[in-house]
């Protein structure tokens, strides 16, 4: 029984070995005569140009997006860290590191505020406007935080 499988194991190893020895097909078909390249027509190659360059109306992409990471803890019901200082266009994810249920409420209404985050979901908020942001959990006073966009 174990020569068996010896016998398999290497007719398996020599069946693929085979496979990938001398390109699949006869040796006529693999090599090419000189003269095979004397009668071969050439077609003329378009010359390479130059990437089209953003409009004035298009803005470049940004190389990077920075995102910074806030964490919802137990320790002390607080996010760490407590300020967080980003530039315009970069963007900001909660993360819910605790057992408990935590949000993100920002005092201007009009930014928008996450659901209720259970343990390990997140929010995500890109900022585009300079300025200092305050926001809080409502689940647990004095849980706040800041963003300081410059």
Known sequence: MRL??????AAAFLSLAACGAGGGGSSSQAT????DHAHMSM?????PTAAPSPSASQAPAPAAAMVEEVNA???????????????????????????????????DKSL?????MSANESFSKKFDKPGTYHYVCTFHPGMEGTIVVT
């Open 112 to 116: 928008g505020n996450s659901s209720t």
């Open 32 to 35: 090419a005569s000189p003269t």
């Open 4 to 9: 068996g499988r010896i016998g398999l194991l």
């Open 73 to 107: 803890t137990n320790k002390g019901g607080d996010f760490k860290p407590a300020s967080t200082n980003i530039k315009v266009g970069e963007t900001v994810v909660w993360i819910n590191h605790s057992g408990n249920i935590h949000n993100v409420t920002f005092d």
């Open 43 to 47: 077609s003329p190659t378009a010359a």
